[in-house]
């Protein structure tokens, strides 16, 4: 039989042809070019309000260099650097020859560049970046959010630092995780924040405070550790409904998932607070987690 005569032989030329994915939307052009606005207009405020230069990076994260001129001196921070870059080769096998030839790159340095700049495409790159733009967004008035370094991300798992403004007041750090599909990974994150709270709170080597009026770049020690996490459908969602410019009005797809990340924020409250583990915790910690229950009202009332 012949091709005509028989349908179930005949394949249609197209259908020979390679399959192509769809097209993905470009979140992370979006969001990257989201957190260099926000890095511009933080750095702006600061360099206005208090005198602090280069506060920021364009990827919204405190500037390492500007802590030489105080806590640290400036072989301190050469050091952490370095450390950084010890872990960013590790963690991408920048080592690797066969790494290198994936990523195009001839030496281990730009090999880790590469790697990072594959990782703010990802999930969790995206998460950081599109959360971070959702806190700004509502939060910006009265606080003070930035992007933690990478030495603090990596050695302290945080993510994210929030001042109150008025108060001066180190609110807490944020651990944010793309959960997958399901929701994988929350039994682990309450694992991980209730271990800090026994210990005391997380130490952030490149923090901030506002004392006196006056900001500052400082270690903060007892800081309460939260996570915010968003299932791939939930950050889809956010992906989509943002509007990727810091000034604008906040959207209704904002608003909805800025209430549900409250929401966990309240029961992670909750949990780290119980009897009979919560009265075991340091006197820092039970007043900072204090301080927080007090603020996460008035977050509350801005997810409407």
């Known amino acids: 039989m012949d091709r005509i005569s028989n349908p179930e032989k005949f394949v249609p030329l197209e259908r020979l042809q390679p399959r192509r994915s769809p097209e993905k939307k470009n979140y992370t052009e979006g969001l990257s070019k989201m957190m260099g606005r926000i890095s511009e207009r933080i750095n702006k405020e600061v360099k206005e309000q208090y005198g602090l230069s280069d506060f920021l990076d364009k990827d919204g994260a405190l500037d390492m260099d500007g802590y030489a ?5 400036a072989e301190r921070v050469e050091k952490d650097k370095a450390d950084v870059s010890a872990m960013e080769i590790d963690f991408s096998d920048a080592n690797d020859a066969r790494v ?6 001839k030496t281990p340095a730009e090999a880790v560049e590469k790697w990072k700049e594959e990782k703010k495409k990802n999930k969790n790159g995206q998460m950081e970046m599109a959360v971070t733009g959702l806190l700004y967004k509502i939060l910006k ?11 603090d991300d990596y050695k302290g798992g945080v993510d994210n630092i929030i001042l109150n403004k008025r108060t001066g007041e180190a609110i807490c750090a944020f651990d944010e995780v793309h959960e997958g599909g399901k929701g994988e990974r929350t039994d682990g994150k309450i694992a991980k924040i209730q271990k800090v709270a026994a210990r005391g709170g997380a130490n952030v080597s490149y923090g901030i405070k506002l004392e006196d009026g006056k900001l500052q770049r400082a270690e903060m020690k007892n800081v309460p550790v939260f996570y915010l996490a968003l299932k791939s459908d939930e950050l889809v969602g956010l992906l989509n409904g943002m509007d990727y410019n810091p000034d604008s009005p906040v959207t209704p797809k904002e608003h909805e998932i800025f209430s549900q990340l409250t929401a966990s924020l309240r029961d992670q409250l ?15 910690i039970r007043n900072k987690l204090a301080t927080f229950e007090g603020l996460l009202g008035e977050f509350e009332g801005r997810g409407v």
């Open 69 to 73: 001129d105080g806590p640290y001196s």
């Open 100 to 105: 290198r030839a994936f990523y195009g790159a």
């Open 141 to 151: 008035d009265d606080f003070l959010v930035v992007r933690a370094t990478a030495h």
């Open 270 to 284: 909750v949990i780290l607070t119980r009897q009979p583990a919560g009265k075991d915790l340091s006197p820092a």
